[in-house]
């Protein structure tokens, strides 16, 4: 059957948006092909040239997804957790409603359920408030994501759902420092990826297929990941 492929992520970039707490990554080009000529690589009349860049960031910068040990010192890191977590049949929630700072509730999700035409049966459950469109790249980006409830978590927990994901720097409200999600994640758990980006274009999609596969970082606390969906043309 054919199918589309919808790009999730955001593109990661030197000096990007990032999480309040964390440092923003650093990016830029360790050799140019006009460098490398010095190299005197090749051979006379075809000279091989290349371009080599350098990345320092964290494990949680553009779109990423948490391992256990990000909250809980004794969870699993990244390379521990097994690869079929982060990959798997899915369903896109229409919660555009939720405004900035605004809380994603176990009601919003009965109903964003019946919308979607999906029973959630350990699905990955992803989460569109329409925030990523509205704020990034500017600083809001950062200071205005809505919050999922620890009712809404132990929602999807109650229904299978081992992974979800979210538009923003976090699932938990950053005007607070309580960390609600977080920790309730940590003791059901479960993980999610954040700063997910295009999700409006599953909705109505039913149920797809998601693909958010860390890097497998030694002892890493999350990864950025390339997610993406596949849905039936």
Request: aromatic share 8%; charged share 20%; proline share 6%.
């Amino acid at each position: 059957m054919p199918t589309r492929v919808i790009d999730l992520s955001v593109a990661l970039e030197d000096n990007m948006p990032a999480h309040k707490l964390f440092q923003r990554p650093v990016i830029t080009t360790h050799l140019s092909h006009e460098s490398s000529k010095a190299l005197g690589l090749g051979v006379p009349g075809d000279a091989m040239t290349f371009q080599t860049n350098f990345i320092a960031m964290l494990d949680h910068v553009g779109t990423h997804v948490d391992a256990f040990r990000h909250v809980g010192p004794n969870g699993a890191s990244i390379d521990e957790m097994p690869l079929d977590l982060f990959f798997g049949k899915a369903v896109c929630f229409d919660l555009r409603h939720v405004p900035d700072l605004g809380e994603i509730t176990a009601d919003d999700m009965d109903r964003a359920e019946a919308a979607s035409g999906v029973t959630v049966d350990g699905h990955i459950v992803l989460l569109c408030t329409g925030f990523h469109a509205r704020h990034y790249p500017s600083v809001d980006s950062v200071w205005k994501n809505p919050l999922l409830t620890v009712e809404a978590t132990r929602w999807l927990h109650a229904r299978g759902s081992r992974m979800h994901g979210v538009e923003g720097p976090s699932t938990d409200r950053p005007t607070e420092d309580l960390f609600a999600q977080h920790r309730l994640c940590r003791d059901l758990g479960i993980s999610h990826w954040e700063w997910l980006v295009n999700l409006d274009r599953l909705l109505g999609a039913g149920e797809v297929q998601f693909f958010g596969v860390p890097l497998k970082f030694r002892g890493g606390s999350g990864s950025p990941v390339r997610a993406f969906a596949l849905l039936a043309s």
